[in-house]
């Protein structure tokens, strides 16, 4: 294996993980469960090869432009669909994800903007994107966005919102605004979406509304449950696992997706708080956790 | 386009729509007593169609029996997902969330299991009708078309009777007002929740086979009963009655449309989704229930 090759894999990863994160923000956090986050991974894939490709914009803003343009629509999304409980919540998202989708399927625009000329074709899409993700820039937008989340989650706003996970009438009952925390995941893990949308566009180097299908919601929501729920480096493990496996298993082919049914399945029967467990890795505890096997030891051998 | 026109558009979209009540009932009678959306029955549906397929090309048999066996297979194998898959859940009582990612988990096992086993290529059922039309007036009906209507119209009848007239029926009416109440009336809980799985996937079978019959067959027909799914929102999850008026509503509704521009039919059911779920959230008739939080 080449490293260019294992660098792709790790691109991959990386974008992957931004809407992951959010995700597992979104569901460890709050208890909402989400089937169209392809959906926004795909506006903010267009709006920011719009602004890149159509208006000449540098990469960095685009890749802003679209997390904000995904997370404006999130949070509308939101407003209207929050008071929505469990079940219908997700299919609310189930149907704005295929939306967007079609949407994109029946856009056709063909214009030359400031002497460029800029081709979107319905589902034939957009290609020539030019290939600014690279692997500095992915890993450097991911560290950034790791520790951002961790501070925010291990702050009093991400207190309240474990709180409302645990019992949301509790949690209101001790004075928690709750929509406004399901707003703060929404609008979270919509802008990682987008900004994600951004990263795998001019990574891959092309469009097509095809590739936002609602499987890819489903493959993320999975990477969140095998990970578990609401832990950041459960998300992290998990969607390097994950990203990795297929090329490791790449001889099976077919099968690869027969396995991650099964494994779904059997996940939630067995262990359903996935690979972490909500528990975060962590160095300090880590070492409390050597210290307490050596004091075992200690004391067995007295 | 005179009369005829919109008639003959009248008479596809309740053909599309009643494909959609066979499909959409099963989701509705999931949800009405475990109360989670079991995205798992597209799967059932996907892989009724292949038996039915199989049923008349391998096996050679008449299509009558091909569509008991069809009908019997899909059953079978709802009855097993909801061992394998759902029973050990329900034993823990485990929040509905983990009922949904699991039947995600079931679909897209079973479609990737079809596309690994049987392959992704699209399928033709061997011709069963000749093209022959029924003439009424100038409307011109395909016999496939009829024997849609026809079996779709029978089997919800059949399943209305049960859940209206029967023992059994009364029973799962009675789990879904309260299934933990019925439980202690001495209803079978695990009874029920097999005969409902049974009765779904017994109407998927069929589904899938009339499906198969006047489309084709793949194991991505997903789209399909995402729409049939859309159909049960739109009527009102957990309420049967309300499956079947919303399948036919948004199968006449979507062949307009498609007559109208068909690119956009797609796009027109999830509109439609979004619109009900901001206007109306509990369907056309499903019952409002006050959230307990």
Same mark, same amino acid.
């Given at each position: 294996?080449?490293?260019?090759?294992?660098?792709?894999?790790?691109?991959?990863?990386?974008?992957?993980?931004?809407?992951?994160?959010?995700?597992?923000?979104?569901?460890?956090?709050?208890?909402?469960?989400?089937?169209?986050?392809?959906?926004?991974?795909?506006?903010?894939?267009?709006?920011?090869?719009?602004?890149?490709?159509?208006?000449?914009?540098?990469?960095?803003?685009?890749?802003?432009?679209?997390?904000?343009?995904?997370?404006?629509?999130?949070?509308?999304?939101?407003?209207?669909?929050?008071?929505?409980?469990?079940?219908?919540?997700?299919?609310?998202?189930?149907?704005?994800?295929?939306?967007?989708?079609? &949407?994109?399927?029946?856009?056709?625009?063909?214009?030359?903007?400031?002497?460029?000329?800029?081709?979107?074709?319905?589902?034939?899409?957009?290609?020539?994107?030019?290939?600014?993700?690279?692997?500095?820039?992915?890993?450097?937008?991911?560290?950034?966005?790791?520790?951002?989340?961790?501070?925010?989650?291990?702050?009093?706003?991400?207190?309240?919102?474990?709180?409302?996970?645990?019992?949301?009438?509790?949690?209101?009952?001790?004075?928690?605004?709750?929509?406004?925390?399901?707003?703060?995941?929404?609008?979270?893990?919509?802008?990682?979406?987008?900004?994600?949308?951004?990263?795998?566009?001019?990574?891959?180097?092309?469009?097509?509304?095809?590739?936002?299908?609602?499987?890819?919601?489903?493959?993320?929501?999975?990477?969140? &449950?095998?990970?578990?729920?609401?832990?950041?480096?459960?998300?992290?493990?998990?969607?390097?696992?994950?990203?990795?496996?297929?090329?490791?298993?790449?001889?099976?082919?077919?099968?690869?997706?027969?396995?991650?049914?099964?494994?779904?399945?059997?996940?939630?029967?067995?262990?359903?708080?996935?690979?972490?467990?909500?528990?975060?890795?962590?160095?300090?505890?880590?070492?409390?956790?050597?210290?307490?096997?050596?004091?075992?030891?200690?004391?067995?051998?007295? | 386009?005179?009369?005829?026109?919109?008639?003959?558009?009248?008479?596809?979209?309740?053909?599309?729509?009643?494909?959609?009540?066979?499909?959409?009932?099963?989701?509705?009678?999931?949800?009405?007593?475990?109360?989670?959306?079991?995205?798992?029955?597209?799967?059932?549906?996907?892989?009724?169609?292949?038996?039915?397929?199989?049923?008349?090309?391998?096996?050679?048999?008449?299509?009558?029996?091909?569509?008991?066996?069809?009908?019997?297979?899909?059953?079978?194998?709802?009855?097993?997902?909801?061992?394998?898959?759902?029973?050990?859940?329900? !034993?823990?009582?485990?929040?509905?969330?983990?009922?949904?990612?699991?039947?995600?988990?079931?679909?897209?096992?079973?479609?990737?299991?079809?596309?690994?086993?049987?392959?992704?290529?699209? !399928?033709?059922?061997?011709?069963?009708?000749?093209?022959?039309?029924?003439?009424?007036?100038?409307?011109?009906?395909?016999?496939?078309?009829?024997?849609?209507?026809?079996?779709?119209?029978?089997?919800?009848?059949?399943?209305?009777?049960?859940?209206?007239?029967?023992?059994?029926?009364?029973?799962?009416?009675?789990?879904?007002?309260?299934?933990?109440?019925?439980?202690?009336?001495?209803?079978?809980?695990?009874?029920?929740?097999?005969?409902?799985?049974?009765?779904?996937?017994?109407?998927?079978?069929?589904?899938?086979?009339?499906?198969?019959? !006047?489309?084709?067959?793949?194991?991505?027909?997903?789209?399909?009963?995402?729409?049939?799914?859309?159909?049960?929102?739109?009527?009102?999850?957990?309420?049967?009655?309300?499956?079947?008026?919303?399948?036919?509503?948004?199968?006449?509704?979507?062949?307009?449309?498609?007559?109208?521009?068909?690119?956009?039919?797609?796009?027109?059911?999830?509109?439609?989704?979004?619109?009900?779920?901001?206007? !109306?959230?509990?369907?056309?008739?499903?019952?409002?229930?006050?959230?307990?939080?």
């Amino acid at each position: 294996m080449s490293w260019y090759y294992i660098q792709g894999i790790l691109i991959q990863s990386c974008y992957t993980l931004m809407v992951v994160l959010g995700l597992s923000v979104l569901t460890g956090y709050t208890g909402l469960f989400s089937f169209g986050h392809a959906g926004f991974v795909c506006i903010g894939a267009y709006i920011s090869v719009i602004c890149t490709m159509g208006f000449g914009l540098p990469y960095g803003v685009a890749l802003l432009i679209a997390g904000l343009t995904a997370m404006i629509i999130g949070a509308l999304l939101g407003r209207i669909t929050l008071k929505l409980k469990g079940d219908y919540f997700c299919i609310a998202t189930l149907g704005v994800g295929e939306a967007v989708r079609l &949407i994109f399927n029946n856009v056709r625009i063909d214009t030359v903007i400031n002497g460029r000329k800029f081709v979107l074709d319905g589902a034939k899409g957009i290609s020539n994107v030019p290939l600014k993700t690279s692997f500095g820039v992915a890993l450097a937008i991911v560290v950034v966005t790791v520790t951002a989340t961790a501070f925010l989650l291990n702050s009093k706003h991400g207190r309240n919102m474990l709180a409302i996970r645990e019992d949301e009438l509790a949690a209101q009952m001790a004075g928690i605004d709750t929509f406004r925390y399901k707003m703060l995941a929404m609008c979270m893990s919509t802008l990682y979406a987008g900004i994600a949308g951004g990263m795998l566009a001019h990574y891959i180097g092309y469009l097509q509304p095809n590739m936002f299908q609602m499987v890819k919601s489903t493959e993320y929501t999975i990477m969140v &449950i095998f990970g578990g729920m609401g832990s950041i480096t459960g998300s992290v493990l998990g969607t390097v696992l994950l990203c990795a496996l297929p090329e490791l298993l790449r001889a099976i082919g077919d099968w690869r997706l027969v396995f991650y049914g099964l494994a779904v399945i059997i996940i939630m029967i067995v262990r359903p708080k996935g690979l972490m467990g909500g528990k975060e890795l962590r160095v300090d505890l880590f070492f409390q956790w050597l210290a307490g096997l050596f004091k075992g030891k200690r004391k067995g051998a007295a | 386009m005179g009369v005829e026109y919109y008639l003959q558009q009248l008479i596809n979209g309740i053909c599309l729509g009643g494909m959609y009540a066979l499909m959409s009932v099963g989701y509705s009678l999931v949800y009405s007593i475990m109360n989670f959306s079991n995205f798992a029955h597209g799967g059932v549906i996907m892989v009724g169609a292949y038996v039915g397929f199989y049923a008349l090309t391998s096996l050679g048999l008449p299509f009558g029996m091909a569509f008991i066996v069809c009908g019997f297979g899909s059953g079978l194998l709802a009855v097993i997902i909801e061992r394998l898959v759902y029973n050990p859940l329900r !034993r823990r009582h485990a929040p509905s969330l983990y009922f949904i990612i699991s039947a995600m988990g079931a679909s897209i096992f079973l479609e990737n299991f079809v596309v690994a086993t049987i392959g992704p290529t699209p !399928r033709n059922y061997p011709t069963i009708f000749a093209n022959s039309v029924v003439k009424i007036g100038n409307l011109a009906i395909g016999l496939d078309s009829l024997l849609m209507i026809v079996v779709s119209a029978v089997s919800l009848l059949i399943l209305m009777f049960i859940i209206q007239k029967t023992k059994i029926g009364l029973a799962i009416r009675a789990c879904s007002y309260n299934e933990k109440a019925s439980t202690l009336m001495g209803i079978n809980g695990d009874l029920i929740i097999f005969i409902i799985f049974l009765m779904g996937g017994v109407l998927a079978g069929f589904a899938g086979m009339l499906y198969g019959m !006047r489309y084709i067959v793949k194991p991505t027909i997903g789209a399909v009963t995402n729409k049939s799914f859309v159909a049960a929102v739109f009527g009102g999850l957990g309420s049967l009655p309300g499956a079947i008026v919303g399948s036919l509503l948004l199968g006449v509704m979507e062949i307009f449309v498609a007559s109208w521009k068909s690119n956009l039919r797609d796009l027109f059911v999830y509109a439609l989704l979004i619109i009900v779920l901001i206007v !109306r959230p509990s369907g056309l008739m499903g019952k409002v229930t006050e959230d307990k939080a």
